[in-house]
């Protein structure tokens, strides 16, 4: 690895939607080197078994320790319900950062008292979901939507055409129809679409996107641990895939903001994964 790839964070999802955190990595800590993992090979986990959400999860923070990783950001809520607390158990050497939905800083805003939350069907049967409304909705409604197709839009890069702003107008009109002031964006993919989701729901909804505390978080993490990088240039991001690297390459200026090198990996079963389009050295 060159000079400034030490020590890298760990970021994995299920495909493009981590990104949306990446960038706010990036924002508050670019020093660091990031190694991303976009597990297209599989997307979307909403619809998969926790199970299986778990098992990839765990080859892939496997893999991103491999190449060094200091810390993983789970990057994906769907992920995070599945995985965060097995993987906390397994591997209790590492600092993970998982997403939460963002229920609390919701119902402490709350004006109508209506929140509606967009997730995938994962997030909301998982356990953590169901701890977040029980510890912090008080009271407030909570109006949910799966938002089904939403997120293979996404990983075409479709971003406002006219299939992604049905699905959006679906999702959202009910719960406008019922009063929301508050929208609570639950997947890590559904961040960029929020230009279309203030479009349909007007700039007076609040929409909620996890992302920067998330980053905040990891900081808060790696200064404790006093791993966070202070000094060099600029950190390098290399990016993983186990997908077609060319369509996800495409995709970084628009979803990323700054072109990037994407690797292809293969999966061999649900927890190895390993080296396609180049031999094994180019990993190390
Ligand atoms: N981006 C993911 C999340 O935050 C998962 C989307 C999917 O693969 O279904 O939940």
């Known amino acids: 690895m060159s000079n400034h790839f030490i020590s890298p964070i760990g970021v994995f999802d299920s495909g493009v939607g981590g990104l949306s955190v990446l960038r706010a990595i990036r924002q508050q800590m670019p020093k660091e080197s ?12 909403g619809p998969r078994p926790l199970q299986q959400v778990r098992d990839f999860s765990e080859g892939i923070t496997r893999f991103l320790l491999s190449k060094g990783a200091k810390i993983i950001v789970v990057a994906c809520n769907a992920a995070s319900a599945a995985a965060l607390t097995y993987l906390r158990q ?3 050497d590492i600092s993970f950062v998982g997403m939460e939905p963002a229920v609390k800083p919701a119902a402490e805003h709350t004006e109508t008292g209506v929140v509606g939350v967009l997730a995938t ?7 953590l979901y169901a701890s977040v409304v029980e510890r912090f909705a008080n009271g407030v409604e909570l109006l949910q939507d799966t ?5 293979q839009q996404i990983e075409k890069g479709d971003l406002s055409g006219i299939a992604t702003r049905k699905i959006l107008e679906d999702a959202l009109h ?20 929020i230009p279309l989701i203030q479009e349909i729901a007007g700039e007076k909804v609040r929409v909620i996107d996890p992302a ?12 404790a641990q006093g791993l966070k990088r202070e000094i060099g240039s600029q950190g390098e ?3 993983f895939t186990s997908g077609d690297a060319r369509l996800v390459q495409s995709l970084l200026p628009k979803l990323f903001g700054e072109d990037g090198n994407v690797q292809a990996l293969q999966w061999n079963g649900d927890h190895i994964l390993k080296a396609v389009s180049f031999s094994a050295s180019d990993l190390s």
């Open 34 to 45: 990031v190694i991303y993992f976009g597990d297209q090979g599989h997307v979307p986990y």
């Open 90 to 92: 397994t591997l209790p």
């Open 121 to 127: 069907p994962a997030t909301f049967q998982g356990a």
């Open 147 to 151: 938002c089904v197709g939403l997120v």
């Open 174 to 193: 009910p719960m406008l129809e019922k009063n929301i002031d508050t929208v609570v964006l639950a997947c890590t993919h559904y961040p960029f679409v």
């Open 212 to 223: 920067p505390a998330v980053a905040r978080q990891a900081k808060r993490l790696l200064e």
């Open 237 to 239: 991001v290399r990016f």
